[in-house]
């Protein structure tokens, strides 16, 4: 809700902006929707939901008029105006934008309760022995195996060497050519192939383990002698690998992943009960996958389950094989909630976000720190990158769909105003999408108080620095 305080003047430019129509004048002061969420609860056609700042919103779809909302509303707030639903405060904000002299009602609310503890103290003594209560969160922090992209080469060597399948390593060479990963030097059982990928003629017996093992084929017989095929250019790439962030163990249906002292751990015995579908599927750097190599035997049903793979086990066995350039290394990722001034509140972070961590405000997001586990689903899919991450996995919005219902737009303007690449046109009375500059970021649906916007989007994986 948003409150008034006692400078209001009454003019009622706030009232003028209100697209719900959510605010009226009482003995000269604007009184607004509480957002208590009574209408909510007593809807009989599920016809009013939450949405992603917070408020309510009307589905104009589903809304058959019946009044309910109405009559249970308790400060008589909830109108009817020509069968359309008016009264409920979507927390949109415009009326905070039109009026200096309202207030965020939660903001304010706590503020207040701050106050009154803190004032508590010149009453109650200081008792010293008495353990003392935990501070609220100021940061989340995550522990994980990184790479310091400065350093790494990427040869893969960390990869190839990751028991679970956790990292993924590409270079921009086509396969045959060498990239430097050293597992030739590693298997060769006389030390004919040095770390340089340099080859001991003399000493070298044949024995064609390392052109077998090579991962990418770039070793080859020629006329009984073996050739490393190298080239001399600076290898660039990418380098994906776990965030150690334990969603999927969150997301596991089956209790067979679970996070155990800041560790994944994996029993592939209770793989029996169902799939890790939606664990996959929600991964934020989409690492997480189905082993290729082990299988789960089901008797019952006489089948062979995959077993899953692509989560870290914190062995750190990638750490000690980057022994040249040492790229990987154990770091903590931490985060205070806040956001860069590039936010234009298109509301992803909030629709990605499984652990309802995040709220959206106009032009920021709040960020329960509580609930965050650090999983960077709002980072890697932020159009803006206003949020940090330390991951170079990005997922892009590559198409969509995104069309204004005339029947259920109320020509409230907001989703025109709000749009952060005017790609809400208004034309003849009537706000229209503008499918050429329309990047389908969200902004209008999210800001939308009459759920107008028939919505689609689409995203892609890309490859982005950090």
Known sequence: MFLSTNTCDGKGECIKQCPTKAIRLINGKAFSCLTCGICYQNCPNDAIFINNYGGYVIDRAKCNGCGVCMYNCPTNNIHIEDGIVYGLCSRCGVCSDACPSRVDGADFTRDKQITFIESMNILIPNYDNLPLREEKVKEVTRGYFGTDIDKCVFCGRCSEYCPAGAIEVVQDRD??????????????????????????????????????????????????????????????????????????????????????????????????????????????????????????????????LPALSGFCVSCGKCVQVCD?????????????????????????????????????????????????????????????????????????????????????????????????????DEINGEFIVNEEKCTYCGACKNSCPANAFIFERNFKDSIEGI
């Open 175 to 304: 396969d045959g050519i060498c990239r430097g990963c050293k597992i030739c030097y590693d298997v060769c059982p006389n030390g004919s192939m040095n770390k340089l990928q340099m080859i001991d003629k003399t000493s070298c017996t044949l024995c064609l383990n390392c052109m077998k093992a090579c991962p990418h084929n770039a070793i080859s017989m020629d006329d009984f002698k073996l050739v490393v095929n190298k080239i001399n250019q600076e290898p660039t790439g990418h380098i994906i690998s776990c965030l150690n962030c334990g969603l999927c163990a969150d997301l596991c249906e089956n209790g067979s992943l679970i996070k155990d002292d800041n560790r994944l751990r994996y029993d592939p015995t209770k793989d029996v009960d169902s799939t890790h579908d939606v664990a996959i599927s929600h991964c934020p750097i989409k690492i997480l996958h189905e082993d290729d190599e082990m299988f789960i035997y089901d008797e019952f049903d006489e089948v062979e």
């Open 324 to 424: 040249v350039t040492h790229a990987r290394q154990y770091k903590v990722a931490s985060w205070d909630g806040s956001v860069s001034d590039d936010c234009i509140s298109c509301g992803i972070c909030c629709e990605e976000c499984q652990e309802d961590a995040i709220t959206l405000n106009r032009g920021t997001i709040s960020v329960d720190l509580e609930k965050c586990i650090l999983c960077e689903n709002c980072a890697v899919h932020c159009p803006v990158n206003a949020i940090p991450k330390s991951t170079m996995y990005k997922a892009e919005i590559s198409g969509g769909f995104n069309l204004i219902d005339q029947k259920l737009c109320m020509h409230c303007g907001l989703c025109h105003k709000v749009c952060p690449y005017e790609a809400i």
